[in-house]
């Protein structure tokens, strides 16, 4: 007997659930031959504004984490992501077209961005954090501290090792993440979603929109509650990221402003993507008391 295709319908991923879009409405996912793959949730703004909130509700015990623990949430990522390899390498031969050896070392270059970025967890304050020599009898110290929710615009081409590469550095640097995924390649999204959910990852630290930038990326700029947007998926579209960037300034949010190009992210990715959603205290305190 022939078996009847068991079509998928991929859902967001909000507040550690797999909530299906508010407005009850999914999208096709084809592959690189326009072959159908799945179904994933079309987002619209109301799920941008959940999102928001989930994450807004996370940050506080995230950020109140020892950094050390951070580091080993992310480097469990890591680890699952490991046990998930097929899935994953699938997902990249149908959404990217790789052969599976290209495939697996993407894979191989995500898990190892992320277990870069959980090594840097700890260290990061001695870094960018400073014992400050002033004149007179105080200690003087600026410490970094996360900046709060920050909203990601992920790329839209490279659909994994972007991905990781521009999520990891806002969560291991204490803040909560939005992302609204690569629309015509989310099956990575989704995957990094159900490994998320698994590990120790908190619910609502990451939350993961896909569909239409169109539908959700106007409320993330213009959320109050959001303090920081990173429009890296815009690459290459400057009139629509310069709309969200006058969206953003209502409430003075950190902006990264879309690149002219999508980043060659297998090159070092450096400190600027966790600095840049750090903000820093410094605090006077007299010498003897």
Do not use: C
Not at 37 to 60: E, H, Q
Not at 123 to 132: E, F
């Amino acid at each position: 007997m022939t078996r009847i295709d068991v079509r998928k319908t991929y859902k967001l991923f909000i507040g550690g659930a797999f909530p299906r879009s508010e407005s009850g409405h999914s999208y096709v996912v084809n592959d690189v031959r326009g072959r159908f793959v799945a179904n994933a949730a079309l987002a619209s703004r109301k799920d941008a504004r959940d999102a928001v909130a989930a994450a807004r509700k996370a940050f506080p015990g995230w950020a109140g984490r020892t950094a050390y623990n951070r580091g080993q949430v992310v480097y469990r990522i890591a680890e699952v992501m490991e046990d998930r390899r097929p899935q994953f390498v699938e997902a990249l031969r149908r959404g990217e077209g790789r052969t599976a050896a290209a495939a697996g070392k993407v894979l191989d270059e995500s898990i190892d961005r992320l277990v870069w970025y959980a090594g840097w967890a700890d260290k990061l304050t001695q870094v960018v954090g400073n014992a400050n020599p002033v004149a007179g009898p105080f200690f003087n110290l600026s410490t970094p501290e996360p900046t709060g929710v920050v909203a990601v615009l992920a790329p839209q081409e490279s659909s994994l090792l972007g991905l990781v590469s521009v999520v990891a550095p806002v969560i291991i640097s204490g803040n909560t993440v939005v992302v609204a995924s690569s629309t015509d390649r989310p099956l990575p999204a989704v995957t990094l979603a159900e490994v998320l959910a698994t590990s120790d990852v908190p619910g609502g630290v990451v939350n993961i929109l896909t569909g239409s930038l169109d539908r959700t990326a106007v409320t993330l700029a213009s959320h109050m509650d959001v303090n920081a947007i990173d429009l890296t998926g815009l690459a290459g579209d400057p009139e629509q990221a310069t709309a969200l960037e006058v969206e953003a300034a209502a409430n003075l949010k950190r902006v990264r402003r879309a690149p002219a190009a999508e980043p060659d992210w297998s090159e070092d990715p450096g400190l600027d993507r966790m600095t840049g959603v750090l903000e820093t205290k410094t605090v006077w305190h007299p010498i003897g008391v």
